[in-house]
């Protein structure tokens, strides 16, 4: 079994910042793509980045120059840096991984979600 737990969510200003976290554990051989993804009321969810186990990045073109992803393979966490958050940005966040439990056996994981508000 392998869990996924955000954290971070919390009410911002426009043009403010929040860093979310989040850490899988459990039965991991390797993580291989982890992400972020979003979803407002009355919407479906989107992606808003993505890093590989090499850290290569992408990011959704709405949050691009604003946003960061990262991780730390050794603590199997990956981060996302919002800065300069808008209204449109709130939304309950969501952090994805996808999981191999030994060298042929994988699992695509969700956290339960982390609300981020941007308002005044």
């Known amino acids: 079994q392998v869990h996924l737990v955000e954290s971070g969510g919390d009410l911002v200003q426009p043009g403010g910042s929040l860093t979310l976290p989040c850490t899988a554990s459990?039965?991991?051989?390797?993580?291989?793509?982890m992400g972020w993804y979003r979803q407002a009321p009355g919407k479906q969810r989107e992606l808003v980045a993505t890093?590989?186990?090499?850290?290569?990045?992408n990011y959704a073109d709405s949050v691009k120059g604003r946003f960061s992803i990262s991780r730390d393979n050794s603590k199997n966490m990956v981060y996302l840096q919002m800065n300069s958050l808008k209204p449109e940005d709130s939304a309950v966040y969501y952090c994805?991984?996808?999981?191999?439990?030994?060298?042929?056996?994988?699992?695509?994981?969700w956290g339960q979600g982390t609300q981020v508000t941007v308002s005044s």
């Open positions: 994805h991984a996808r999981v191999y439990r030994n060298y042929t056996s994988w699992g695509d994981y």
């Open positions: 459990g039965s991991i051989f390797r993580i291989d793509v």
């Open positions: 890093i590989t186990n090499d850290h290569t990045t």
